[in-house]
């Protein structure tokens, strides 16, 4: 695959949003935020290529766009990742979601959010979501934040090998901490538990580590862990209960 073919393809891959992690998606880890600016932007990209028996190269973008003002913030989160070799085509997975967030007191908000997601790789075709619920801010204090949230979820969900749609009630709960250190450093650690309120056997549940150092007023140098757990994923063949991930990039903030 030569540089030209490469680049074609980066390209097209960018501005195609609707070619939608999965299993869980960790809208967290992007909202770590305590300015009061009306907006913000925010991109995370990690690049990575790399040649063993053939090339690889592997992509991941995450986006977030913020507006708040008295009491009420609107979030646009976009993330895509992709891979490929010189053997084989794209692997894609990414996701688009959109959330409401109505402050009710200095401890509690209200959410209201959807989610359109694919996941290839995991044989997931489709997967659109919708989800309200409360968000408990148990500590801000300093240079500490602890938050923690309970959202009923509705998932339509379309397997891509087997055809196989399924309709479901989750629960959708989560931890989220972040800590930052005189300005340079930042950690910000969430978990998340999604049992299927009629079958708790059924359950996922995601952990997801992330460092960032900052290197200018704007830009930042992250490494990001996550390991995700599915009880029941897709009926195809292959398709593993745990995943894991690791990732290093570079985050531009305005």
Do not use: C
Not at 6 to 20: P, Q
Not at 131 to 139: F, K, T
Not at 140 to 157: A, P, S
Request: net charge negative; glycine share 4%; aromatic share 16%.
């Amino acid at each position: 695959m030569n540089t030209l073919s490469i680049l074609r393809k980066v390209l097209f891959f960018s501005l195609l949003w609707a070619s939608l992690p999965a299993q869980i998606v960790n809208i967290e880890q992007l909202r770590f935020q305590r300015d009061s600016s009306r907006w913000l932007f925010q991109d995370d990209l990690s690049f990575n290529i790399f040649r063993n028996t053939q090339q690889v190269v592997d992509i991941e973008n995450n986006f977030l766009l913020r507006y708040q003002r008295a009491g009420h913030r609107l979030l646009l989160l976009n993330s895509l990742h992709f891979n490929f070799t010189d053997n084989t085509d794209f692997a894609q997975s990414g996701f688009l979601h959109f959330r409401y967030v109505k402050q009710l007191s200095e401890s509690w908000d209200w959410e209201v959010f959807s989610q359109l997601q694919s996941d290839l790789p995991l044989q997931i075709e489709r997967r659109i979501l919708y989800g309200l619920g409360p968000r408990l801010s148990i500590d801000q204090k300093g240079n500490f934040q602890f938050f923690t949230g309970h959202l009923f979820m509705y998932e339509d969900d379309l397997e891509r090998e087997t055809g196989i749609q399924h309709f479901d009630w989750r629960l959708s709960s989560y931890v989220s901490m972040f800590y930052q250190y005189k300005d340079r450093l930042q950690w910000s650690s969430v978990t998340y538990y999604q049992p299927r309120l009629d079958d708790w056997s059924d359950w996922r549940l995601s952990f997801q580590n992330q460092l960032a150092f900052k290197l200018g007023s704007h830009w930042a140098f992250t490494v990001s862990a996550q390991l995700n757990y599915d009880a029941e994923p897709v009926q195809a063949a292959d398709i593993p209960n745990l995943t894991y991930k690791i990732d290093n990039g570079l985050r531009i903030r305005f």
